[in-house]
């Protein structure tokens, strides 16, 4: 869409947002955009998901005003569906299914024909690059890299990655949504893991391995990249935050495009996951919390 009287292209309103995914990171971003004054309408195929991102939410908005955040009347309002027609009304989507780029290159048709012609995709992916997930689709150029952390509320800068394919257009929408939202961004080239995943998850599983042979506790790692380094916690309370899971993941992904042994999920890490310690969503990670 062009303004007339410049020739410039106008900066779309986001008003509606579609999120698609209502696990840990698919609810933070839902909980965000509520609070910024955006609709959403949150799809997942598994109901009992929504209901949990539904409570979730609803137990951060209570808090918020409780600790004198914003109002209720400040608020969007959420809509909840299973089918990815309910997508259809949203000015743009983002997506937060599982990393995988097998499951999301087999998702993107799909979303693509149950969205309006020229509605972004903005793939919130820890590590599968941009241009591989925009590679099947019938107009590439819609999709971008929106990569938020977790807690998206109290987050307030998010990595943004533009693909080669990637247009103006979808640039200019995600910069109206996270405008709409509060949040700084810094636009990044494409490339596996972009720029903080491809750091932070060395990070975390050189932790989790100086935690597996002793030299270190967890709670002494943190402290050392809080006292040393300034972090606002260290790389093993962020790894149990993120989930253990999606940083093996993330690992995997990392290992399959590049190859580099820096990349080979530590033992450790692994073996908690098969055992379902996945971190704070699970109640215990590499710390408890389970309120004991």
């Known amino acids: 869409m062009s303004d007339e009287t410049t020739g410039r292209t106008a ?5 509606a947002l579609g999120v698609l995914g209502a696990g840990t990171i698919g609810s933070s971003v839902a909980h965000a955009a509520l609070a910024s004054g955006l609709d959403v309408t949150l799809v997942d195929t598994d109901p009992d998901a929504l209901e949990a991102a539904r409570r ?3 137990r951060h908005r209570r808090a ?15 809509s909840t569906a299973t089918e990815l027609d309910a997508l259809g009304t949203a000015d743009l989507v983002v997506e937060n299914t599982t990393e995988s780029e097998t499951a999301k290159r087999a998702l993107y048709p799909e979303l693509e024909k149950a969205l309006r012609p020229g509605t972004v995709i903005a793939a919130n992916t820890s590590a599968v690059p941009i241009a ?3 590679e099947p689709l019938r107009s590439p150029e819609r999709v971008v890299g929106v990569h938020f952390m977790n807690p998206v509320a109290r987050i307030g800068t998010v990595e943004v990655i533009r693909a080669k394919t990637t247009s103006d257009a979808a640039m200019g929408a995600v910069g109206a949504l ?4 509060g949040k700084e961004s810094v636009v990044v080239a494409d490339a596996p893991g972009f720029v903080i995943n491809r750091i932070l998850m060395v990070v975390c599983n050189l932790a989790a391995a100086v935690v597996d042979d002793g030299t270190a506790t967890p709670a002494q790692v943190d402290a050392l990249f809080k006292g040393c380094l300034g ?3 260290g790389p093993l309370r962020t790894a149990d935050l993120i989930g253990l899971d999606t940083v093996a993941r993330t690992l995997d992904v990392l290992h399959e495009h590049y190859g580099s042994a820096e990349f080979v999920t530590h033992p450790r890490l692994r073996h908690m996951v098969e055992q379902g310690l996945l971190g704070v969503k699970s109640g215990r990670g590499f710390y408890s919390y389970d309120g004991s």
Do not use: C, F, K, V
């Not at 900066?11 to 008003?15: A, K, L």
């Not at 918020?64 to 959420?78: A, C, D, H, N, P």
């Open 132 to 134: 591989r997930l925009a």
């Open 64 to 78: 918020e005003r409780l600790g004198g955040g914003r109002q209720s009347g400040t608020q969007g309002e959420l």
């Open 231 to 233: 972090h606002s916690s």
């Open 56 to 58: 979730g939410i609803e």
């Open 178 to 181: 996270l405008d709409r939202m």
């Open 11 to 15: 900066t779309p309103r986001i008003d």
